[in-house]
C-alpha cells in the first residue's frame, strides 16, 4: 500500500526493456548516442514542432531550473503560484540556476488566474531599473494540488503573458497524466496553448529518471546545452537516457501509463467516497488525491502498513483533521488499492 | 575498435544485474532507500573512515563540482593543473558551483609537484582583501594524460596543503584505474595520503551513471546535500543510482573492472611498441595512451574503422604527426586491439 | 517645494565641512585611513558594543545586500515584509549577494506582527532538504510606509527569531529619524531589542553618500570585508567615506538632522490635516506622509511646481483618489513647507 | 614622501570646486541629474562617439566588473594578462559579476602579443560545450606594470580580437596617464583601436571616486543599467559622482593631471637614475615606476620616511634586491620628489 508518491514505483517494462537493448557495445556520449536523434524527432513529432530543441536530463528540477533559467534574467522574476515545486520544493534551485532571479506568487493556491497573473505582472513596472523585471510566467500542469488547467484556461494565462511580452514555461513533471485526463494531443497543451516551453516528465510516470526539456523556439537550443553543461546536467553516458525516453515514448507507453496512473487515482477515490469522516480537499482530476481524515484513522492506517504523505504529525489530538496526499503511479495494483479502502473503511 | 573515451561502453554485468534487481516494487526516494544504507556503510568500510559522509550523483561534473564547492568559498581560488578535467572540460561549473571561486593553476601540465604547488599558494598573501584568498588543492588521481602520482607524491602534494591550512580534493573519476595499478589500499591512497574528500567514480568503470562524493571529514555533510538538491542534483528514484554502485562494490568489481582496464590497456601498449612511427607521449600508467603519429597513419587508422581522439585534422600535411588518445575500460576485448594493432602495424 | 526623497537634498553642513576638512595631504586607502579608526570607535560607543565589527559603503542597497548576505546561506530564506526596500526596490540584489537565496514575504505591508513572523518561520520545516532553508529575520526602521516599530515590537520580533535560532538584521536607512521619533537610545533600538546586525543610514539624512554596517558579533568581520571588496565596493579614497560618517557622528548631527526631518513632517502633517479631500494612508511617525488626493488635486499641485511620488497616473478620472509620498530631509525649510500648504489649502 | 599609490592623494581643485557647486538644494536621484545630462554628452563628445552609453560608479572594480560582465556570459572566459588588476586585486570580483566566467591568462607579465592572444584563443574550440567558451578581450591601459600599449598595438591585439568575433574592453583606470603619453586624442585610444567598451578613471587622478563606463556599443545600456542596481552601485545622490566628473572634465583638468603625474614620475625616474645600485624593473612609461635595491637601501629609505609599495619584507638578508612600486599623482610635488631623491642618494 504504496501511495506516498509517484517517485518510488520500479520501471515501467517497455523502459526497462529499451534500457536493456541499449546496454551493449559501445556508443558516442554526453548525447551524440543515435538512439537520442530517434527520440529528438519523436518529440518533435509529438508536439508538432519540427524545429523543437529537445534535451534530456535526469532530474525534474533540472529540467525545470535549466528550462527556466534559458529564459529567464538574473534580474527577472518568475510569475508562478505560492504552491509551485520551484517554489516549494526545490531549495532555491531556480534562483540558483538563474543567478538570483526572484520568484513573485500569483495567489496563495496552486493554481493561478489571468486575472491575479494580470495584477502581479502590473504590479511591476517596467523600465524602472529598481524593481525585478517582468520575466516568464510558470504554469505546472498537473498542479501540486492535483489539479488540472483546461485548455481554456491555459490559452487564458498565456494570453496574458502574450499581452506583455513575457515567455511561458509548463512544469510538465505529470504531462502524461494531465494529457490522459484532458484527452487531448500534446499539441494542443502546449504550442497552441501558447506555451514556449517545458519540461516533459518522464520519471514519475515509469522512467528511472529522465525528463525532456522542448524549447518550440530553437533560438535558445545552445544557450541550453552550454547551461546543461555548466550545471553538470549533461550525462556522459547519455545513452542511458535516450532509451528511456525511447522506450517510455514507443507504443504511447506514455500516456498509456499516466492514464493508468489516473485510473488507479480514480479507482481509489470512489472508495474513498464511502469512507466516514473522510473529505477532500480538492476534487481529484489527475493521479494525486488530497483528503483530511481526523488524526485517530491515520493512526489505524499507518498502523496497518499504508504508506503515505501527511500534513502534520501522527501524534496529537486523535479528532484534529489532518491532511493527507496519496498518489497513484501506473504500477499501483488493484489489490493495493482495495487492500487500503478496507482498511479505510474499516476506520468508522 | 572503440578507444575514444571509457564512457562510451555497456554497464558491467555485475552492475547490470543489480540495476535490474532493484527495479522491483516500491522504495523511498531521494536517498531513503535501504540499497543506498548498505552502500555507504560499505564506502565507509572501504575507505576505513566510519563517520565519513558518503553521497551519489549521476555525473562526474556534478561530483567534481558540488564536492569542491562544499569545501571552497566564492572569494577563493581553488590550486588544480592546467590540464585538470575541472578547468578544461567543465565549461565553468566549478564556477559556478562555487558562486564565482577561481582556479588557479599549477604548472602546465597534468601533474603538479611539491614545488610549483607552494610557489603558486605563496603567491597569494593571507590576511589581504585584494586578491583571491587561498583555497583547496584538487588533485586528478588518475591524471589527464593518464599517468599516476605515487603514494609519496600524493603525501608530499598534501603535506604542502596541510602547511598552509588547505583542504584537499581528489577527483577519483578513474580512481579504481589508479588503484589497480598502484597496488594500495583505498584508504592509502586517500586518507592516509591526506586527502580530505574525493570523488570515487564509476560511470567510466562500468557504471551506466554514478559517483560517490566521499567526504572524511563529516562536518560538511548536511551543507553537501543542501548544495545537491539546489544543484538539482538529488535523484528522485535514488535507487537506480545506490544499486549501481551497490553491484560496483559487490565482489571487487569495482577494482577488477579496473585492472582489467589498465590491462587491455597495457596489451594495446606492447603491441604499439612495435608501430613505426608511433610515439608515446607519455609512459602510459593506467587505462589511457596518448600517442603521436604522422597524420597519413590516422588517416589509415581512421578508414580501416578505429575510433579514438585525434588532437588536430584528419586532413593535412601527411607527415605532420599529429597526437591520439586511445582509452581502454574494462569491456575491450583482446579481439578489438588484435584487430587495432594489425591495422596499426601494417601502416609502416 | 521637493519632497519627492530624501535623497535629493544637500550635505548637512557638518558633513561637508568634515568632508573638505579630510580633503588634504595623502592618507592610506582602502579604509585605512585614520578617520576610520575614529569613526569605528564612536560608532562602537554609539551602540555601546566594544567588539562590533563596523564598515562604510557608499550605498543603502549596499549596505542591506552585503550586511544580509553575510549572515544569510545561499539555499536559505530571508524573512521580511511585501514593502520591503530588498523585496521592492533593489532590483534582486539581495538575491545576487546571497548567491540566490529566497525572500518569504510576511504579510502583505510595511510591518510584520510576531505571529505572521512565526507561521512564516514554521511553513519552512527544519532538517528537510527539498525546501529553502529558514534564515534571517530582517526588519526596517522606519518601514517603507513611515511608520516605526516600538521598542516592544521590536523585541517581540526579534524573541521569534531567537527562539528559531535566526539572525536578525535591521534596514536603518532611516535609523536617525526612528531613534529621533522614538526617543530612546542607539543601543535600545538595536543590542538591547535582540538585533544581531544593521545598516546605518547617512545618506538621507545629510551625507552626500555613506552607509555604516555594522555586527554585533564579530565573527563575520573578515568575511564582510571579502564580500565588500568582491562586490566591488571597497572604496580607494575611503577617507571620504569616512570624513562623511565623522562629520556625521559629531556633536549628534545625525540625530539632531533626523530630529529635524521629523519635525518639518510634522509641521507639514499639521498643516495637511486642514486640506480637505486629503486622507492619511497610515498616521505619519517619522519623516514620510502617506496620504490620498483626487487627481485633480494632484494636477494642481504638480502644475504649482510641487515635487512628490504619486502612486499612479497623472492623467484620468479627476476624482479618482490617488497615493501620495511627501517625504522631508532635515533641508527642508518651513518657506516650502507653508507654500506646498498655501497650494494645498486653495484646492478644495 | 608619499608614493605609495595614486589613490591617496587629494581631490583636484577643480574636481572639489565641482562637487561644492553641486552641493545646493535638491536634485533628482539615481542619475537623473542635470549634471549628468551635461557629463554624458562631454564623454560622447570626448570619444567622438554620439551613442555611446555613459555611466559612473564610485569604485574601479565595478567599473571593470559591471562594464565586462555585461558583455561576457558566464559560461565565457576573459582573455587578460596575468598581472591584469582583475585577476590579481579583485578579489574574484569579475567572477562574482559575471555569475562565474573564467578568465584565460595571456603570458606571464602585465602586456600581451597579438600571437600570444591567438593562441589562448584557439586554444579554446568553437561549438564544444565541455570547454569555457571564448569571451572578451580585456585589456589594461596603463599596464599594471606602468607600461604603455602604444595605438599600433592596441589595434593588434583587437584586430586578433575582431578575427574571432570577441569583444573587446578597456581597463582605463589610468586612462589619462596614457593619454598624456601617447599624446593621441581618446578616440584613437578607443573607437578607432578598435576598442568596445572602457573604464575611464577618475579616482586615481583627482576625484574623491567616480569613474566612468562607456560602452560604445549602445545596446548594452539597459542591461548595465539593470546589472549597476542590483550590484548596489547605482548612487542615490548621484549629483556627487557628476559633479566630480563634471570638474574633471572641465578645462582638461583630466588630461592636464594626467600629464603632470606623468612628468612627476619623469622627475623621479631621471633622479634614480644617478641612485647606485637601484635597477628599474620596467623602463617607466606613464606615473609609476617598478624597480629593485637591495633591502638595506630599503630599510634606510623608509627610515627616513619614504612611503611606497615594497614586493618582500623589509627584513631580512641586507643584499638581496626587492622590487619597490612608486606612484606619482597629480599632487606630488617637486619637494616630495626632491626629498626622496636625496634621500635616496645618500644610499650608497
Same mark, same amino acid.
Given at each position: 500500500m504504496y501511495f506516498y508518491s509517484d517517485n518510488c514505483g520500479p520501471m515501467h517494462p517497455n523502459v526497462r526493456a529499451a534500457l536493456l537493448a541499449a546496454d551493449e557495445g559501445f556508443m558516442p556520449s554526453y548525447g551524440n548516442d543515435p538512439i537520442m536523434d530517434e527520440v529528438r524527432d519523436q518529440i518533435r513529432d509529438l508536439f508538432g514542432a519540427p524545429d523543437a530543441a529537445v534535451y534530456l536530463v535526469a532530474t525534474g528540477t533540472a529540467a525545470n531550473a535549466l528550462g527556466l533559467a534559458t529564459i529567464t534574467k538574473p534580474w527577472d522574476t518568475v510569475f508562478c503560484t505560492s504552491l509551485a515545486h520551484i517554489n516549494v520544493d526545490e531549495c532555491n534551485a531556480p534562483e540558483f540556476y538563474t543567478g538570483g532571479a526572484k520568484l513573485s506568487l500569483v495567489g496563495s493556491g496552486d493554481k493561478m488566474t489571468p486575472e491575479a497573473l494580470e495584477q502581479r505582472i502590473t504590479g511591476y513596472g517596467t523600465g524602472n531599473v529598481h524593481t525585478s523585471q517582468r520575466g516568464p510566467v510558470q504554469i505546472t500542469q498537473v498542479t501540486e494540488m492535483g489539479r488540472l488547467y483546461t485548455l481554456g484556461?491555459?490559452?487564458?494565462?498565456?494570453?496574458?503573458?502574450?499581452?506583455?511580452?513575457?515567455?511561458?514555461?509548463?512544469?510538465?513533471?505529470?504531462?502524461?497524466?494531465a494529457m490522459a485526463a484532458l484527452g487531448c494531443t500534446a499539441r494542443e497543451m502546449t504550442v497552441d496553448a501558447g506555451i514556449d516551453a517545458l519540461s516533459f516528465g518522464g520519471t514519475k510516470n515509469g522512467c528511472a529518471g529522465?525528463?525532456?526539456?522542448?524549447?518550440?523556439?530553437?533560438?535558445?537550443?545552445?544557450?541550453?546545452?552550454?547551461?546543461?553543461?555548466?550545471?553538470?546536467?549533461?550525462?556522459?553516458?547519455?545513452?542511458?537516457?535516450?532509451?528511456?525516453?525511447?522506450?517510455?515514448?514507443?507504443?504511447?507507453?506514455?500516456?498509456?501509463?499516466?492514464?493508468?496512473?489516473?485510473?488507479?487515482?480514480?479507482?481509489?477515490?470512489?472508495?474513498?467516497?464511502? /469512507? /466516514?469522516?473522510?473529505?477532500? /480537499?480538492?476534487?481529484?482530476?489527475?493521479?494525486?488525491?488530497?483528503?483530511?481524515?481526523?488524526?485517530?484513522?491515520?493512526?489505524?492506517?499507518?498502523?496497518?502498513?499504508?504508506?503515505?504523505?501527511?500534513?502534520?504529525?501522527?501524534?496529537?489530538?486523535?479528532?484534529?483533521? /489532518?491532511?493527507?496526499?496519496?498518489?497513484?503511479?501506473?504500477?499501483?495494483?488493484?489489490?493495493?488499492?482495495?487492500?487500503?479502502?478496507?482498511?479505510?473503511?474499516?476506520?468508522?
Open positions: 484556461e491555459l490559452r487564458a494565462l498565456t494570453d496574458v503573458a502574450r499581452a506583455y511580452g513575457l515567455p511561458t514555461f509548463m512544469d510538465g513533471a505529470r504531462f502524461a497524466n529522465v525528463e525532456a526539456v522542448v524549447f518550440f523556439e530553437p533560438d535558445h537550443a545552445w544557450e541550453f546545452e552550454l547551461r546543461r553543461k555548466r550545471g553538470a546536467h549533461l550525462v556522459s553516458k547519455h545513452r542511458y537516457l535516450s532509451a528511456q525516453m525511447q522506450g517510455y515514448l514507443a507504443e504511447d507507453t506514455w500516456l498509456k501509463a499516466g492514464a493508468q496512473a489516473n485510473a488507479n487515482a480514480a479507482r481509489l477515490t470512489a472508495g474513498l467516497r464511502g /469512507v /466516514v469522516g473522510l473529505e477532500f /480537499v480538492e476534487e481529484p482530476e489527475a493521479n494525486m488525491i488530497f483528503a483530511t481524515l481526523p488524526r485517530h484513522a491515520h493512526q489505524t492506517l499507518k498502523a496497518g502498513g499504508a504508506e503515505y504523505g501527511l500534513w502534520g504529525d501522527l501524534e496529537g489530538d486523535p479528532d484534529e483533521r /489532518v491532511m493527507m496526499r496519496l498518489v497513484c503511479d501506473w504500477s499501483i495494483t488493484h489489490a493495493m488499492i482495495d487492500e487500503f479502502l478496507d482498511l479505510a473503511r474499516g476506520l468508522t
